[in-house]
């Protein structure tokens, strides 16, 4: 892949539609997020049509703290999954990304948690709260088990009626740990949306 890739979305969209482009603006994913779904189910195409279909998220459960997000690829093989760090979570992101064995092998963890804390309650006020996503920009970074070296960081941009993340590759991954890192960030993305 050609980092720095981008993930970028509109905010006042009906329905999720995400686009992710590598740094030759080369669509390398497509997903639209289906609407009042209880059970996460979010497929990633290779291209807009979705004629396509590369992988899929999958909740393992419906409406829970603690879901874990099941990853497979197009022909339904298990790659890994995510899930977010219960009790830490809640101030300040914390997810663990796991082999499809079910071993531990990255954690993403958020760099300034007031960074979301002041974007949240900003963004709440009446016009005002458009501007947020200019202002408060929070950044994760994406880091071997246990302490190890970090692979990936994770910037939300600035940008008007659109989220925008950067992700840039900062240390050595293997093509599996990259697509396994690279869902993770997508489901993170959409869950720390959702909470908002």
């Not at 482009?21 to 779904?37: C, F, I, T």
């Not at 200019?134 to 939300?156: D, L």
Request: zero cysteines.
């Amino acid at each position: 892949m050609n980092y720095p890739l981008k993930l970028s979305f509109k905010i006042l969209a009906i329905a999720s539609q995400i686009y992710i482009r590598d740094s030759n603006d080369q669509l390398l994913g497509y997903v639209k997020q289906k609407l009042l779904k209880l059970r996460e189910d979010i497929n990633v195409f290779a291209d807009e049509q979705q004629t396509q279909h590369l992988y899929n998220i999958k909740a393992d459960r419906v409406l829970d703290f603690s879901a874990r997000y099941n990853f497979t690829d197009a022909r339904g093989a298990s790659i890994g999954s995510i899930k977010r760090k219960g009790m830490r979570s809640i101030f300040k992101a914390h997810y663990e990304i796991f082999e499809p064995g079910g071993e531990l092998v990255m954690e993403i963890h958020e760099e300034n948690a007031w960074i979301k804390v002041v974007d949240s309650l900003i963004g709440e006020l009446p016009i005002v709260g458009i501007f947020t996503g200019y202002f408060f920009n929070p950044a994760y970074i994406v880091s071997r088990a246990n302490g190890g070296s970090a692979v990936v960081r994770v910037q939300k941009r600035p940008a008007f009626l659109e989220g925008v993340f950067a992700v840039e590759k900062v240390g050595e991954m293997s093509e599996a740990e990259e697509v396994r890192v690279l869902l993770g960030v997508l489901a993170m993305t959409l869950l720390e949306r959702a909470r908002g």
